[in-house]
């Protein structure tokens, strides 16, 4: 089945500490996307790529890196410079990144810094 | 710049009750408008979109939505609710690819 894929499901960090959100998607799609959700403030995209080894600030990028070395991957890197990164993460892809496409979703990695 | 606002961030009906999630936009140009459903702790899944073919747009699990340009408006309903409807709702415009979300509407069905 097509699909897309986060892991892990639940991630614990201590402050400090850089961690790695993996994605992959295997629907052959040239867009992918990383959102950042918390209560009550719906989604904000954090980067997003159309092409292998390229890719684009969103709105919230301080505090997180990301590369696209290969189409179906697309590892989204918080580092300690991220100063409140629990939430909830969600990765996107889109055959393009044009309006009428449909951005699909994996089921999310939440982060909790402890 | 494009956004959408959804207006109530809880909306309680009982099963078997219309369901009205409403939204509205903002956007320089005509613009492409998705309804997306999100279960806890899960990502988010397409019910419907917009994408000027036709103003009342028909989606999964007996959703649809009409697009009313006079009112910037692409609001969500559901003739009768069911138990399996409860979760959260986003309403999102693109604009050549760029994705504004709202901030979610949860709805809550009761028995």
């Known amino acids: 089945d097509g699909g897309i894929t986060q892991s892990p499901k639940y991630l614990f960090r201590k402050e400090g500490q850089n961690v790695t959100l993996s994605c992959e998607q295997n629907?052959?799609?040239?867009?992918m996307y990383w959102y950042r959700q918390d209560p009550g403030q719906g989604l904000r995209l954090i980067y997003y790529?159309?092409?292998?080894?390229?890719?684009q600030k969103g709105d919230i990028a301080e505090g997180y890196s990301v590369s696209r070395e290969k189409k179906e991957s697309f590892p989204l890197t918080v580092t300690s410079a991220q100063k409140n990164p629990t939430a909830f993460y969600l990765c996107?892809?889109?055959?393009?990144?044009?309006?009428?496409?449909?951005?699909?979703f994996g089921p999310g990695t939440r982060l909790t810094v402890l | 710049a494009q956004s959408v606002t959804q207006l109530g961030s809880h909306v309680s009906v009982s099963e078997g009750a219309l369901v009205l999630l409403r939204c509205n936009y903002s956007?320089?140009?005509?613009?492409?408008l998705f309804w997306y459903v999100q279960y806890p702790n899960q990502g988010l899944q397409l019910l419907l979109k917009?994408?000027?073919?036709?103003?009342l747009v028909k989606g999964i699990n007996g959703f649809e939505a009409e697009f009313k340009k006079s009112e910037t408006s692409f609001h969500l309903t559901k003739p009768s609710a069911h138990m399996s409807d409860a979760a959260e709702y986003f309403c999102?415009?693109?604009?050549?690819?760029?994705?504004?979300f709202g901030a979610g509407t949860r709805l809550t069905v009761k028995p």
């Open positions: 999102a415009v693109s604009y050549y690819g760029d994705m504004r």
């Open positions: 996107a892809s889109s055959q393009d990144r044009i309006g009428t496409d449909t951005q699909y």
């Open positions: 629907l052959n799609h040239d867009a």
């Open positions: 956007s320089s140009v005509p613009p492409y």
């Open positions: 790529s159309q092409i292998v080894n390229d890719f």
């Open positions: 917009y994408t000027s073919a036709a103003t």
